[in-house]
């Protein structure tokens, strides 16, 4: 039980990170737009 409870958490965690990175590369193309699009 307290295995499953962990592995949930370390779930969401992992989730929530990649969440998190994918706010932030969207953040920096909003201000540094890539070269390759102009």
Known sequence: MH???QLIFVFS???GFHHLGQAGLELLT???PPASTS
């Open 13 to 15: 965690v992992e989730t």
């Open 30 to 32: 909003a201000v540094n």
């Open 3 to 5: 295995h499953h409870v």
